[in-house]
């Protein structure tokens, strides 16, 4: 597939991007809708490092055309070259794969533009807003702040979804699908006046993510690396 990828791969090859093949060993229904695949990394972790919130863009055939999305990496191991994939399962190539995924599978993975830059100074509270999409990087990103106190708007998913979350430090606020930009916008101030270091990070569907970063920083007026923002898929 790494000649076949259209102008997505050749824009990511000339940014010199990496390529990894990584092979399932083993698969767990975690929820009927979420399917946890963990997987040997083909070299990537010695080749790339760990960070928080580290994710890489899979590819999967659709009707015979490339099709990337890009997936968190769950604890990753680079003394034994493992880690995990989570999957919010619904329609379409990617969750098809990972329905149908068994030990012994491979999948082509490409890594570009996956770093990460923690706040500084460090958040004195985060504010997280988020859906069953993105909760492996909401996990990777209150694990890797292992003081700061957190809330976390999450939309959708159901019971069992596998939150690692601190209940001393951690609040997760579940919102209604539909509802998750009013009620955000209605208590997301109240919680930057309560907090004079907060950080704010979002990761939803593209329209969501857009909507709520542009209020964040032009209508509440958050300085710009007090925030994070990236849109995890585009709801159609």
Not at 67 to 81: E, F, K, S
Not at 111 to 138: K, N, W
Request: charged residues 20%; glycine residues 10%.
């Amino acid at each position: 597939m790494a000649q076949g990828r259209g102008w997505e791969g050749t824009v990511l090859r000339l940014m010199r991007a990496k390529d990894f093949t990584f092979t399932v060993t083993g698969v767990e229904d975690v929820t009927p809708e979420y399917r946890r695949l963990r997987l040997s990394d083909g070299g990537l972790l010695a080749a790339a490092g760990v960070h928080p919130t580290m994710w890489v863009r899979l590819w999967f055939g659709n009707a015979g055309k490339p099709h990337q999305r890009a997936y968190t990496l769950v604890d990753p191991d680079p003394a034994a070259g493992t880690f995990s994939f989570e999957f919010a399962l619904h329609e379409g190539a990617a969750s098809d794969w990972a329905r149908a995924a068994a030990p012994g599978d491979t999948i082509e993975a490409t890594v570009q533009g996956t770093g990460f830059e923690p706040p500084e100074p460090a958040p004195g509270r985060i504010l997280a807003v988020g859906d069953p999409a993105s909760l492996p990087a909401i996990n990777s990103l209150l694990g890797s702040f292992t003081t700061a106190p957190a809330t976390v708007w999450f939309e959708g998913g159901g019971d069992g979804l596998p939150f690692r979350t601190d209940p001393a430090r951690h609040e997760v606020r579940r919102v209604r699908r539909g509802d998750l930009v009013a009620q955000v916008r209605a208590e997301l101030p109240a919680a930057l006046a309560a907090d004079p270091a907060p950080y704010v990070w979002i990761a939803c569907d593209t329209r969501t993510t857009r909507a709520l970063s542009g209020y964040v920083r032009k209508e509440l007026g958050l300085a710009r690396e007090r925030t994070h923002a990236l849109g995890y898929w585009r709801a159609t």
